[in-house]
């Protein structure tokens, strides 16, 4: 399926992603992790799931021929 | 932990891993049946735990390592290009597609079903589920056997009317690789249920335990890595921990080299009688305080 909102969409999760990589990272979110500080796996999950999206953003975008 | 059972337990996770009979399951089971002390589910054991996953990540690795560098190859190329052009490249993606999921529910998730699973006697309970599950899995691939009018035809050509590994929907991979967060409850087997899930989506038996495998190496060999710093905190006896890795290297190497080669004709139904069988035994033996 090519559609450029959809590759926006994408886009937009990739950069939502990064912000919670972030703050697990920091360790200001804590959500549905075990303890307090530091969430390194959850902030590695987050960061491949950016990754994730702008491959997804890249597939649907609509190429220029 | 003794040295001796160390390599032990390196021997039975790296034999278990890749069979369909829960590596979980056997590891929660047999040091219960045993009267050993340690419990999986002690903070203490992670470090041992960690080498044993590497030592089995590391023998698919190596198994694979052609195949490997022609999927990351594929995955980079794809990915820039935005387009799938080859067969690996597809590979790649689906691998991907197939390890989010999983890798999802495996941080969000796994501690937490496995601390609240981790007693004998459910893991017996679900090794006995797993088993029926294994033998679901083949009754519905004998179904659709008959459904192509295959169930006549010798073995190996009912199998080569069922699709490679590349051939498998997106969206069967993304269910597949989600069907591997069943495998944080001991009993219930990661290998098993990908396998399952690779035979429901068309694949050949040989084929449904190659993208298992694949599927599994990413999983395991992440989780192994990201907890890798428990290894340096002290009182951890490293060496110990590094002949039992190598020990489940050694076995998951030959138990994946035996399996690729059972699977070419060969069915789920052993490992399907085998963990009900060893389910019931377990619940006796337990219930018995043998």
């Known amino acids: 399926m090519k559609s450029n909102q959809l590759a926006i969409g994408f886009v937009i999760l990739a950069v939502l992603c990064i912000v919670i990589a972030a703050l697990y990272a920091v360790g200001i979110l804590q959500f549905l992790s075990s303890g307090s500080g530091v969430h390194i796996k959850h902030a590695i999950l987050f960061g491949v799931l950016a990754v994730a999206s702008l491959i997804a953003a890249n597939f649907t975008r609509v190429k220029a021929v | 932990m003794t040295l001796l059972q160390a390599l032990f337990m390196g021997l039975l996770q790296g034999a278990t891993e890749l069979f369909p ?108 589920f797993n088993g029926l599950l294994m033998l679901g899995f083949e009754q519905l691939r004998r179904r659709a056997e008959r459904r192509a009018a295959l169930d006549s035809k010798p073995r190996p050509v009912q199998e080569e009317s069922f699709a490679e590994a590349e051939r498998i929907s997106f969206r069967a991979a993304a269910l597949v690789g989600a069907c591997q967060a069943l495998a944080f409850v001991p009993g219930i087997s990661r290998s098993g249920v990908t396998i399952g899930g690779g035979l429901l ?37 490293v060496g110990e921990y590094i002949g039992a890795a190598l020990l489940s290297a050694g076995a998951a190497y030959a138990s994946a080299r035996f399996l690729l080669r059972y699977f070419r004709s060969g069915r789920l139904d052993p490992y399907g009688w085998y963990c009900v069988a060893a389910g019931l035994v377990s619940f006796g033996l337990l219930a018995l305080h043998l």
Do not use: C
Not at chain 2, 48 to 63: D, E, P, R, Y
Not at chain 2, 207 to 232: D, H, M
């Open chain 2, 201 to 237: 989506a068309g694949l050949r038996h040989q084929e449904a335990a190659r993208f298992s495998f694949l599927l599994a190496t990413p999983v395991i060999l992440g989780a192994g890595v990201i907890e890798v710093p428990q290894l340096f905190s002290s009182g951890v006896p």
């Open chain 2, 21 to 128: 009979v829960s590596s979980l399951g056997h590891a929660v089971l047999i040091p219960s049946l045993l009267h050993w002390s340690f419990r999986q589910s002690d903070p203490s054991f992670v470090p041992f735990l960690v080498l044993l996953h590497l030592g089995t990540a590391s023998a698919l690795l190596f198994i694979y390592r052609n195949e490997w560098v022609a999927i990351i190859k594929g995955f980079f190329t794809a990915a820039v290009r935005g387009r799938i052009e080859t067969p690996p490249e597809r590979l790649a993606m689906l691998l991907m597609v197939g390890t989010i999921p999983a890798a999802i529910l495996g941080v969000y998730l796994e501690s937490r079903i496995k601390s609240l699973f981790a007693s004998p006697y459910v893991a017996a309970g679900f090794l006995i």
